[in-house]
Structures are given as C-alpha cells and as structure tokens.
C-alpha cells in the first residue's frame, strides 16, 4: 500500500508542478523566453493570502482570490515593464532581466515581510484525521492532494478549451507560431503576451497556495525551487506544449516522491534531474515537444 | 486607392528602398517585380507597417498611414499576404481561416468561409486537417485564402508563386486572375516577371531599391530592357 500511497503523494506534488509549469511554457511559448522570476510570484501569491487569512481575518476562499488577482498584476506589470522593453533584445538579455527580477521580488518580499520564515496556515484541513480514506489504516488521501489534484485538472481542462475553441486563444496560438504574421491577421501581440503573463501569473497564485498548503512553510525564497523544478517539468514534457506541462509536472512530482521514498532524500533531485537529462537525449524537444518541418 | 509616396527604408545603415513612389487604383492589378533583393518585399513590408520609412508617405483609402500600426491594417481594409506563405503550421485550415477573419465580426465568418472553400475547394476537402501538412500549392492558397477573410479592398501578395512547381505557378495565377474579374484590388510582388505581367494592369520594375521602369503590363512585356534583364532575352 505504501507504493500507492506514494503515487497519491507524487501525483498531488506533480499537479502543483504542472501549474506552475503552465505558466513557464505559455510564456515561453508566446514570448520566446524563459521567466525565471515565474517561481517568485508563486511566492507573493503565498503571502498575499497568508496574510489575508491571518492578518486580515478572511476566509481561506477570499484570501485566495485575493493572491489571484494581486499575482495577476504583479505579472502584467512585470512584463511591462521590465520585458516589454526588450522585445527586440537579444535573449539572453531577457533572460538575465528575468533573473533580475527574480531577486527583485525575493529581496522585496524579504523587506516587506521579513527574512523569518512563517507557518502558513492551509487552506483546507491538513489534520491527520481529515483525510480521505480509501483502505482503512493503508491507503488514503490527504484533502491538500485531493485539491491540488482537483486544480490542475480544472486549470488542464480551462487552458485546453480557451486555446482550442476561444478567439483570444486561437489567437494566443497563432502569436505563438508566428507573431510578424498573426500581426498580419490584425491580432494585437503586445496585448496578447500580456494576457499570457496573466494567465501565468493567475496560475502561479493557485500553485502558491496549494503549495504551502502542502508544506507550510513559507519564506522569500519560498517559490525559487519548485520554480526551477516546475520549469524542469515544463521542459521534460516540451517546452510550449500546454499538455506536456501536465505530463512533466506530474512525471516529475512522481519521480520526486519516490527517489525520496526508495533510494535517498538527499539524491531526489539528482535523480529528477538525471531522468530529464536521458529523455532530452533521447527526445531533444522533450516529451510532448513537437518539431514540424518546414515546407517550402 | 493606395499612393506610395517617395519612401527611404533603412535596415540599420543598409539603404534598401531609395524613394519609391507608385500607386494602385481601385479594381487593378498592380505588380513590382524585380531580381532577388531589389526591395520588393521590403516596400510591401513597409506599405503594411512592418517597417517604417523614413521620409514620404503612404496613403490608403485617402489615409495617412504614418502612424497606424501594423495591426489595424487589417480593419483598415489591406490584406498582406506574406512571403513564405507564413500560415499557422500547428493549426487547422479552418483556424488559419479563422485567424484571417480575426478583426471580422464573428457573423459574418461563415458566408466568408463559403466563399473562400468555393474558390479552393481544396482547402475544403482539407478543413480539419493540420496546416503544416498540405502541400506547398496547398499552402499557397490557404494563405490567400486567408488573406481574402478579412474582406480586403486590396490584397497584397508577396511572391506567391514561389517555390511552386510550374503547374501549380499556372494555378495560382489563374486564381488571380479570377479575383481580378471578380473586382478584387491586387498588388503583386513577384521574381516571375512573365507571368506578373501577363495579369497585371500595370507594373513597377524595382532595382536595388529604385523604380527604374513602369508601364502597363502589355508595354513592360515588350520593352527591350525588361526583357533583357528579366524576361529571358
């Protein structure tokens, strides 16, 4: 039963790395770079809804929408103002902003919220006796795992709707390919790569909260690592491909879990990132990536 | 309908459009040819707010389009379709269509996409298949197709027949031809300069970056220098 117990934790994990992966690979798939302050704004979106819920007294409902809409604009306004002025930078440009800006909002916070690291409090029972239970005394499922579970398949089932049947996704896809064309079409860029941040960022406050839901501990430096996991996870699975962020996510939370739970905590990420390592050997653009040929 | 006005285009210190002025009048076909590199994707490009000159101007519809995004081109009534064909390879004909009509209103989409399938029956038979994987004649005419889904007052084609084995070059000019009779206004960019003229009203011969020539398309197909220097002799 532990095996299964395993896989039940993995895939919660998983699916938190797979909305956070969302917010990589549509980025990356608009606007052609790699926003590695993504991590940080799962970050904000936590403390904004701790202290929603612990300063201000809201329920855990509110304090939740709250961190969506504040990660929303802080992820628009990052655009504007740090990305969007160098469109036509070269990239690793871009990718050293973002990383500027990733301190940016990791030493902010610290000012803001102090370096000390706070116990945040879950939006849903984490108590050992509120849990699912499958078989009793052997299996079951935290309400954390159920949630985070339940998200992303929303979030999977939203995000596959809006880019295959909506206007504004179809054309979030045509800016993706080919912006000098979709321009071409009549489709503003500038305002689609911003509803792409937000999108993202939306995202990240989701994943924020479940994520210290999960682990409740919550610092600065809070979104770094499961940024940089996430973005592994966007990768493994085809960076770009919004399916391949699901299969990356939760490959990777299951890998994760049981690296910990049969070789060695201490080695899980090696073993995370030994396994990316073979498959992008194996299958350059990643799981899910696809390479169309160009014809001419 | 469109005046082009005495245009300077620059790519950094590259002068590649030396004062270009011609113009397109309502229902002709208008064509620029002229050898790789002479500046004619370049003044299309500049024409649909790609790139910007710097001294001139372009008036369309008796508009300034000086400060007109390459965006609202669309609405204003001009359809560019790009060199290379650029369709959406990931996408489906039916969405590459779609996206054509992007600035439409969504009623009117259907009877657009009627008309476009009426004119490439091809492109009907292939509606829900993945763009990437036509043909490149096939391509071709989605991209015109998709260019005609924004009810356009001019279309602007960019090398259409390039890269297109003869049959399918015969093909595409005749569907020119048709939307020609059918009143659509058409600027022509083509290296095929036989085939350009034959369909063309009149036409522009661009050298590194300068009109050196015009004339109907009948003169430009007769005259000693064009033939020499495009035409094979």
Redesign the interface.
């Known amino acids: 039963m532990s095996f299964l117990n395993n896989v039940i934790t993995g895939v919660s994990l998983g699916s938190i790395y797979a909305i956070i992966a969302l917010g990589y690979t549509m980025v990356y798939g608009i606007a052609k770079m790699l926003n590695f302050a993504h991590g940080d704004v799962i970050m904000v979106g936590a403390y904004v809804c701790f202290f929603a819920m612990n300063s201000a007294g809201l329920p855990p409902v509110v304090g939740v929408l709250l961190a969506i809409v504040v990660c929303t604009a802080l992820g628009v306004v990052i655009e504007r103002l740090a990305y969007k002025p160098l469109r036509a930078a070269p990239s690793l440009a871009v990718l050293i902003t973002a990383i500027g800006v990733s301190y940016l909002l990791q030493n902010g916070a610290q000012i803001l919220w102090g370096a000390a690291t706070k116990t945040f409090t879950p939006i849903v029972s984490t108590d050992p006796d509120a849990r699912l239970v499958l078989i009793p005394g052997q299996l079951s499922i935290s309400y954390v795992a159920i949630l985070s579970i339940v998200c992303c398949v929303v979030v999977m089932a939203a995000l596959t709707l809006f880019t295959g049947q909506t ?1 504004m996704g ?2 979030m ?2 800016c993706s ?2 912006k ?10 500038n305002s689609t790569i911003s509803m792409t941040f937000a999108i993202g960022s939306a995202l990240a406050a989701v994943a924020g909260v479940l994520m210290c839901s999960a682990y409740p501990i919550l610092s600065p430096t809070t979104g770094s690592l499961p940024g940089i996991r996430a973005f592994t996870a966007a990768v493994f699975g085809g960076i770009g491909s919004i399916p391949g962020a699901l299969l990356g996510g939760v490959l990777l939370g299951v890998i994760e879990t049981f690296a910990k739970a049969y070789i060695s905590t201490d080695l899980s990420d090696a073993v995370v990132f030994a396994v990316l390592i073979i498959v992008l050997l194996v299958r350059p653009a990643g799981l899910m990536g ?1 390479y ?5 | 309908m469109l005046k082009v006005n005495d245009i300077n285009v620059y790519y950094g210190a590259i002068h590649a459009i030396k004062g270009v002025s011609f113009e397109v009048n309502d229902g002709e076909v208008v064509t620029l040819i002229g050898a790789n590199g002479a500046g004619k994707s370049t003044t299309l490009n500049t024409v649909c707010g790609l790139l910007h000159s710097r001294t001139g101007s372009i008036e369309f519809l008796g508009r300034n389009l000086a400060a007109v995004p390459a965006h609202k081109m669309v609405e204003l009534g001009m359809a560019h379709v790009p060199e290379g064909r650029r369709i959406f390879q990931q996408m489906t004909v039916e969405e590459n269509l779609e996206m054509g009509a992007y600035t439409q209103p969504r009623a009117g989409i259907p009877a657009n996409l009627e008309r476009v399938y009426e004119q490439f029956p091809r492109l009907k038979e292939r509606r829900r298949q993945v763009a990437g994987t036509l043909s490149g004649g096939e391509q071709q005419m989605l991209a015109m197709g998709r260019g005609l889904m924004s009810n356009p007052k001019l279309l602007m084609l960019d090398e259409p027949s390039m890269g297109l084995a003869p049959i399918l070059v015969e093909q595409i000019f005749e569907i020119i031809k048709r939307l020609h009779q059918a009143g659509t206004t058409i600027l022509l960019v083509e290296q095929n300069a036989r085939m350009a003229l034959s369909v063309a009203d009149r036409g522009y011969v661009l050298e590194t970056g300068k009109i050196v020539a015009t004339g109907t398309g009948d003169e430009l197909l007769h005259d000693e220098a064009v033939k020499k220097a495009y035409l094979g002799g």
Do not use: S, T
């Open positions: 206007k179809k054309a896809r045509a390919e080919d000098g064309a979709a321009q071409l079409m009549g489709i503003n860029v696809k169309v040929p160009e014809k001419v």
